[in-house]
Nanobody, 126 residues
């Protein structure tokens, strides 16, 4: 069974940090770009960032650029989202997803991804 499992979410104060992990099983995703998305209550899911298959390229939404960093360890079939200087508006369920391509033409849209994790809750208190 092919699946992505996120972990590392939790409650943190504003200004704090969290590191999310996304572990893949059932197949290797070393040839796929991997993305992170989030969905806050009452809002649509939004793109957070994406990393290319080798880890050499990343792209982030503007609001997290400079605060969030995506990395990957293909030997461990794991992708990470390091989140620093967290703000209350970062509160959401965070999802990782496998892109259909090694590096997406855009990377911002959900239909570019074909495998999704179940999500992990991140709550940032003010």
């Amino acid at each position: 069974q092919v699946q992505l499992v996120e972990s590392g979410g939790g409650l943190v104060q504003a200004g704090g940090s969290l590191r999310l992990s996304c572990v893949a099983s059932g197949r290797t995703f070393s040839s796929n770009a991997m993305g992170w998305f989030r969905q806050a209550p009452g809002k649509e899911r939004e793109f957070v960032g994406v990393i290319g298959w080798s880890g050499g390229r990343t792209y982030y939404r503007e609001s997290v650029n400079g605060r969030f960093t995506i990395s990957r360890d293909n030997a461990k079939n794991t992708v990470y989202l390091q989140m620093n200087s967290l703000k209350p508006e970062d509160t959401a369920v965070y999802y990782c997803a496998a892109n259909k391509r090694p590096w997406p033409a855009g990377g911002r849209y959900g239909d570019e991804y074909d495998v999704w994790g179940q999500g992990t809750q991140v709550t940032v208190s003010s």
